[in-house]
């Protein structure tokens, strides 16, 4: 059994927690919320011990490398992050609602890294510009705030659809507009800090390895857009007093700014990161 | 106060120092900067008149469109959006000033109660120095020394704050970007970025600036030794190595491997191993109809004259595999008829005319060799550039995770009896706050109850 393999079923295990957390949502049954979170650990747990398989596996094929180095890797990780932060917002906030918003996030990017046909899942030797320290720190710092904005974009899309409080229904079960709004916030602070840190991981990187610490390539013009787009977000919110709605909508418009960084800088653009997408 | 005034209603200082300029600079730079990512950078104007048709081309070329980040008015937007951030700090300084002076202890007991955060015991029998002291231990020893305590008409009130140095932090986090612009704008002025093309064997002792096109002296010389390049099995490449030799007035200084991602910087001067170029040396064995036999060494990007044969070789093209033998293109001039080129394999000897001679031409072996490519790079400002990064995040771990908080211990006299209230606020984190705030309000509630 390769790690790979076990990799795919995740996406199978995060799809069944998604309909767990949806039925918990629609149908109120306390015990389906618990089986959605037992299941969303259990493919964690698969998933952590699919990623550690790799990295072994990479050891045994003489390349030997973290599994942090290509479009395949990276969606793993993706996905595996989303499901962190969001079982940490989870427990601090004793609510499963938000479930079913992050754990379709995670099964849509396991099932592109496992099922598309564009994406390579071999385990490929790093070639002389990946062979740094500073690829693990700049991956990770990336992604930990490629996740935390997905997790924001989840609340906002949940701020969006939530009626005004006293009214019934499906949607009112979904956490407090103040609640929803409060953590929107949080989440967009923790990313924007840790995409900062990325970018900086990355200048400090492209410094030692190109001579250059900027060079305006696609992928690091894209992450700076991404970086103003929630700067932009953040001073609204501290100096005009912007709420609910309007962050809302900037959560989403900054989420889809980070996927174009993440995928369409990738296949629709050329430059230096063009190992990101094979 | 009449310059105040004027300052306020200054039309152009209210623009600069408003946030809507701000938002609208910031949301400015993320569309312009899209464009650059579209359209490709920096190649060969005549490409985008090809690419894009005359009409665009005239837009491309007009705002700089194929050099998008240096053009004028890109500049102008970074230019303006540093300003209006100095602007936007500076008018939020009395402000700060006025939140950093406030007295967290010009408060009464009435005010304290109305915090959202309090709890309030009554203890048994006239408030005595005992007791007083005894809470004031407990306090002390869960929130923290006291830094300010006052009397109050009823009691006595002690404060713990901590953290209102906070509200600075957000200076910090300003000024972090504007030194790392400033960094960028010192290492653009006063370094360099060039290439050096150096073929094995060979020393340079200046690059061409990227820019400017003009030699920049190195002050001492770079010699490649060798250049070796290694591949996994999979066909991808695994290491890119030069060997180089520092020569300062002709004398060995250093000896070092370059590798991607293991850069070199002597006196200030950066190397990079950026790429290299395979450089073969054919050797050839000519025969003369009278028999005689002539060896040319053929170098790669050189015409060889061969003047006892009155010809000029070269080497055209090389193709290290054909039919399992290597083979090349050599190009030939012999000053009557027009330059030619014929295809010479290995042991396969070929014929060709000059005049009324007529040569045979052998391979005799090829070696290959290499010419690697470096970037060569001075940037006095990187370090202030990293200066501004590492306070950027400083400055955004204090802007964000630096509460300014509050923990206020009354104790007095309330309707004749012995009483404390306990209040506190933050202005971050609060919910960690709350949890800090139950722990001494515990430790207190204990200690009444001994």
Redesign the interface.
């Given at each position: 059994m390769t790690s790979s393999y076990l990799l795919s079923w995740t996406t199978f295990v995060y799809l069944g927690a998604a309909a767990l957390y949806l039925i918990h949502w629609v149908f109120r049954v306390q015990k389906v919320g618990l089986l959605a979170t037992l299941t969303t650990a259990a493919g964690l747990l698969l998933q952590t011990a699919g990623i550690i398989m790799r990295w072994v596996e990479s050891y045994k094929l003489g390349?030997g490398h973290a599994p942090l180095s290509n479009l395949y890797e990276s969606l793993v990780f993706f996905s595996w992050l989303t499901i962190v932060v969001y079982l940490i917002i989870e427990w601090k906030i004793k609510q499963r609602v938000i479930g079913a918003f992050a754990t379709p996030f995670a099964s849509l990017a396991m099932a592109y890294a496992s099922f598309s046909p564009r994406v390579e899942d071999t385990i490929?030797?790093l070639?002389?510009?990946l062979?740094?320290n500073w690829l693990i720190a700049h991956v990770i710092t990336c992604f930990l705030g490629y996740a935390s904005f997905a997790v924001a974009c989840g609340l906002g899309i949940m701020y969006l659809i939530r009626p005004q409080a006293g009214s019934s229904g499906v949607m009112a079960v979904l956490p407090e507009h103040r609640v929803l709004d409060d953590l929107m916030h949080q989440t967009i602070?923790f990313g924007f800090?840790w995409l900062?840190?990325g970018i900086?991981t990355g200048?400090?990187w492209a410094?030692?390895?190109?001579?250059?610490?900027?060079s305006?390539d696609?992928k690091e013009?894209?992450s700076?857009?991404t970086w103003?787009?929630y700067?932009?977000a953040l001073?609204?919110r501290f100096?005009?007093g912007w709420k609910g709605k309007k962050i809302a909508i900037l959560s989403i418009v900054g989420f889809v700014s980070v996927m174009f960084t993440y995928f369409g800088?990738n296949f629709l653009?050329?430059?230096l990161h063009s190992y990101g997408s094979g | 106060m009449g310059k105040k005034n004027s300052s306020k209603s200054n039309p152009v200082w209210n623009f600069i120092t408003s946030v809507k300029l701000a938002v609208f600079l910031l949301l400015t730079l993320a569309v312009t900067s899209i464009i650059g990512t579209v359209i490709p950078q920096g190649e060969p104007l005549q490409r985008y008149l090809e690419h894009y048709g005359p009409a665009f081309f005239k837009v491309i070329k007009a705002l700089h469109l194929y050099d998008t980040y240096n053009s004028w008015w890109f500049l102008t937007l970074l230019g303006l959006f540093a300003l209006n951030l100095i602007a936007c700090t500076i008018r939020r300084i009395p402000f700060t000033i006025k939140l950093w002076k406030r007295d967290s202890l010009a408060l009464d007991l009435d005010r304290l109660m109305r915090f959202r955060l309090k709890k309030q015991w009554k203890v048994a029998g006239k408030p005595n120095p005992h007791i007083l002291e005894k809470i004031k231990d407990v306090f002390q020893k869960e929130a923290g020394s006291v830094t300010a305590q006052k009397e109050l008409e009823s009691g006595q009130i002690f404060m713990v704050e901590r953290g209102k140095w906070s509200y600075w932090g957000l200076y910090g986090l300003h000024a972090s970007i504007l030194i790392v612009l400033v960094g960028a704008v010192i290492g653009s002025l006063t370094g360099f970025k060039g290439n050096l093309m150096l073929p094995e064997g060979e020393a340079a002792d200046h690059v061409l600036d990227r820019k400017s096109g003009q030699p920049q002296p190195l002050g001492f010389s770079i010699r490649c030794d060798k250049f070796t390049v290694s591949f996994y099995d999979t066909g991808a490449p695994k290491e890119f190595r030069s060997d180089v030799t520092i020569l300062e007035n002709g004398k060995e200084i250093l000896k070092t491997p370059l590798r991607v991602n293991a850069p070199l910087t002597y006196k200030g001067i950066t190397f990079y191993q950026a790429s290299y170029q395979p450089m073969p040396e054919a050797q050839i064995r000519l025969i003369s109809p009278d028999g005689k036999e002539t060896r040319v060494t053929l170098p790669a990007f050189q015409k060889v004259p061969v003047p006892d044969l009155r010809l000029v070789l070269g080497l055209y093209q090389y193709l290290p595999d054909v039919h399992g033998v290597p083979a090349v293109r050599v190009w030939i001039e012999d000053g009557s008829s027009p330059a030619r080129t014929i295809w010479v394999l290995k042991g396969n000897a070929k014929e060709f005319s000059s005049g009324s001679n007529t040569y045979r031409v052998s391979l005799v072996d090829v070696r290959n060799k290499y010419m690697t490519g470096l970037q060569v790079k001075k940037d006095p400002g990187v370090w202030i550039v990293w200066l501004g990064f590492f306070l950027m995040i400083a400055g955004f771990v204090v802007v964000f995770w630096v509460p300014h908080r509050r923990i206020y211990l009354w104790v007095g006299e309330q309707g004749g009896k012995a009483a404390v209230v306990l209040a506190g606020q933050s202005n971050k984190n609060k919910i960690h706050f709350e949890k800090d705030f139950e722990k001494v309000a515990e430790a207190i509630e204990k200690s009444l109850e001994e």
């Open positions: 390349y490929q030797p070639i002389p510009a062979q740094s602070i800090l900062t840190i900086i200048a400090v410094n030692q390895a190109w001579g250059t610490y900027w305006w696609p013009t894209w700076l857009i103003f787009v700067a932009t001073h609204a100096i005009r800088v653009l050329s430059g | -």
